[in-house]
T-cell receptor, first 113, second 115 residues
Framework: DAKTTQPPSMDCAEGRAANLPCNHSTISGNEYVYWYRQIHSQGPQYIIHGLKNNETNEMASLIITEDRKSSTLILPHATLRDTAVYYCIVRVTGGTSYGKLTFGQGTILTVHP | EAQVTQNPRYLITVTGKKLTVTCSQNMNHEYMSWYRQDPGLGLRQIYYSMNVEVTDKGDVPEGYKVSRKEKRNFPLILESPSPNQTSLYFC??????????????FGPGTRLTVT
């Protein structure tokens, strides 16, 4: 799986958009970008994933650059409950490591009142 | 409600006393997995199971056992716990199959302390 690089921490004001970047310059053509988050030692929670097109769901939007070397997770209207560690994960959907998610250090997002 | 449950949520035990952490999912998922999370090391996979009676080692299987006799349950067994197994443990599950989302559902975690 390709390595990802995320800033260790970010701050955001409540009600504003939170934009979390992720670099994955060694991503290959069949690797997806996944985002999970972990709120205060709870179980990680799936947010969104994509291959090359931008994606949006009820939680967030995922913007993937045209060369796929980086992506941005957007929480459009951050709330205090969005304070969490956000993980960007790049992997294929099959192969010998089927099912395993490799979590890096992630980005600690703190949403302020 | 679709969920993964783990029991117990908190456990303090002594070295060498066998223990089992249970994991159960109600989503009819084929794939289940155990992770441990330690400060500075992130989440590391211990064991996983592709389906009933099919299990395999993850990255850190030493000192652990698992079984998958039923689709919904995937217990984690520590035959002789040691202090280095003090950690936060997560169970996860997902559907399998081509074209399906890779979303994994995680349990709430079990905080284990071995003294």
């Amino acid at each position: 799986d390709a390595k990802t690089t995320q800033p260790p921490s970010m701050d955001c004001a409540e009600g504003r958009a939170a934009n979390l970047p992720c670099n994955h310059s060694t991503i290959s053509g069949n690797e997806y970008v996944y985002w999970y988050r972990q709120i205060h030692s709870q179980g990680p929670q799936y947010i969104i994933h994509g291959l090359k097109n931008n994606e949006t769901n009820e939680m967030a939007s995922l913007i993937i650059t045209e060369d796929r070397k980086s992506s941005t997770l957007i929480l459009p209207h951050a709330t205090l409950r969005d304070t969490a560690v956000y993980y960007c994960i790049v992997r294929v959907t099959g192969g010998t490591s089927y099912g395993k998610l490799t979590f890096g250090q992630g980005t600690i997002l703190t949403v302020h009142p | 409600e679709a969920q993964v449950t783990q029991n117990p949520r908190y456990l303090i035990t002594v070295t060498g006393k066998k223990l089992t952490v249970t994991c159960s999912q109600n989503m009819n998922h084929e794939y289940m997995s155990w992770y441990r999370q330690d400060p500075g090391l992130g989440l590391r996979q211990i064991y996983y199971s592709m389906n009933v009676e099919v299990t395999d080692k993850g990255d850190v299987p030493e000192g652990y056992k698992v079984s998958r006799k039923e689709k919904r349950n995937f217990p984690l067994i520590l035959e002789s716990p040691s202090p280095n197994q003090t950690s936060l443990y997560f169970c996860a599950s997902r559907r399998t199959g081509i074209g399906l989302s890779y979303e994994q559902y995680f349990g709430p975690g079990t905080r284990l302390t071995v003294t």
